[in-house]
């Protein structure tokens, strides 16, 4: 089996520090996804910002899927990468690239890549990142609309 890699890109008109947070906000990620829980794992105790080497826990809504996360970079306003290591899908590598859009607003590009492909799969990635990317850009919108 071949690897597949999928792209997706969306725009806010929300500032990149916003998006970033949205991003780094794992209680956040259920008004915004399909997910039912996107729980960080820190030691009992401990609270302190999300950073590199990471784990998170994700549960699916549908079917309740879980998957383990470990998150890979973090370059603020800018980066956010990850690879899930384990759950259903525990060959992909994925990041959220933010840049400043030309009058203003963030251009937000989120790939994918997999290890195993299969063309029925392939194409419910595809359209499942499309639509992470866009509630992304939506709810950060929506953060900046309830703080103006």
């Known amino acids: 089996m071949s690897s597949f890699a999928v792209t997706a890109a969306s725009r ?3 500032p990149a520090a916003v998006v970033y ?19 960080m ?16 826990t994700i549960r699916s809504r549908l079917g309740r899927v879980s998957c383990r996360e470990r998150i890979v970079e973090l370059v603020p306003n800018q980066r956010f990468s ?3 290591d384990a759950g259903p899908l ?4 994925g990041a959220v690239n933010l840049t400043g859009a030309p009058h203003g ?5 989120w790939s994918a890549t997999y290890r195993h492909t299969l063309p029925l799969l ?18 950060a919108n929506s953060v900046v609309s309830r703080h103006s």
């Open 12 to 14: 806010s008109s929300a």
């Open 90 to 93: 525990a060959s992909l590598h």
């Open 21 to 39: 947070a949205v991003l780094l906000d794992a209680d956040s990620w259920p008004s915004w996804t399909s997910y039912y829980e996107v729980e």
């Open 122 to 139: 392939d194409t419910i990635r595809r359209r499942r990142l499309q639509v992470l990317v866009d509630d992304l850009a939506s709810y």
């Open 105 to 109: 607003g963030t251009e937000i590009t």
């Open 82 to 84: 990850y690879e899930q």
């Open 41 to 56: 794992e820190f030691p009992a105790g401990v609270e302190r910002p999300v950073r590199a080497g990471d784990h998170r």
